[in-house]
């Protein structure tokens, strides 16, 4: 696993695979994460999936994949 340190606004690019990933901001605990990437890369919360672990997570192509299509429609691009 690659360990990554970033401040509010800095950003982590995988560009073999065209995604963006960008602080949007910390606040008590939390972080705020905006993913810019092409529409056929889907993106998988996998906190939000009880059943998925993180073989199942490895096993999927090393890829974020995308499950929530009205999350899609709410993807802003990179500034």
Not at 52 to 65: E, M, N, W
């Amino acid at each position: 696993m690659l360990v990554l340190s970033r401040r509010t606004d800095e950003e982590i690019v995988l560009p073999s695979i065209g995604v963006r990933i960008r602080v949007l901001g910390v606040k008590g605990g939390r972080v705020s994460i905006g993913i810019d990437a092409p529409r056929e890369i889907a993106i998988r919360r996998v906190d939000s999936e009880p059943e998925a672990d993180t073989a199942t997570v490895a096993a999927d192509s090393g890829i974020l994949r995308k499950t929530d299509s009205a999350a899609a429609s709410r993807r802003q691009p990179a500034v």
